[in-house]
C-alpha cells in the first residue's frame, strides 16, 4: 500500500513540476517529435483534427499542488514539506 501511495506522490510532483515546453512543440512540429522522449505529464488531452488543427489541454497544477499539500498534512508544515520535496527533485 505504501508503495502505491508513494508511485501516486511521484506522479503528482512529475505533473507539478512539468513544463509545458515539450507539448507545444509536438503540438507544433509533430513530425519531428521524438514522443517516447518527451516529457507529456502536464498534458491532459492532445486533439488534430481532420484540417491538422492542434488542441492541447493541459491538467490543472493547482488542483495537483492541492492534493499534494493535502498528503503532506496541509498548512505551513505541509508546504514546506512539498517546498523540501520539490528542490530535492532539483525543481
Known amino acids: 500500500m505504501e508503495r ?3 508511485q501516486l506522490l511521484d506522479a503528482l ?12 512543440a509536438l503540438a507544433l512540429a509533430p513530425k519531428d517529435a521524438h514522443v517516447g ?5 502536464c498534458v491532459s488531452e492532445l486533439k488534430v ?5 492542434v488542441e492541447v ?7 495537483a499542488i492541492g492534493l499534494l ?3 503532506t498534512g496541509g498548512g505551513e508544515d505541509g508546504m514546506n514539506a512539498l517546498l523540501a520535496a520539490m528542490d530535492a527533485a532539483g525543481e
Do not use: H, Y
Not at 510532483?13 to 507545444?24: E, F, G, K, L
Not at 483534427?49 to 488543427?53: D, K, M, Q, R, V
Not at 489541454?57 to 488542483?63: A, G, I, M, P, T
Open 37 to 41: 522522449s518527451l516529457d507529456l505529464w
Open 4 to 6: 502505491n501511495r508513494e
Open 13 to 24: 510532483m512529475q505533473i507539478v513540476c512539468s513544463r509545458p515546453n515539450d507539448a507545444v
Open 57 to 63: 489541454k493541459f491538467v490543472d497544477r493547482l488542483k
Open 69 to 71: 499539500l493535502d498528503s
Open 49 to 53: 483534427n481532420s484540417a491538422g488543427t
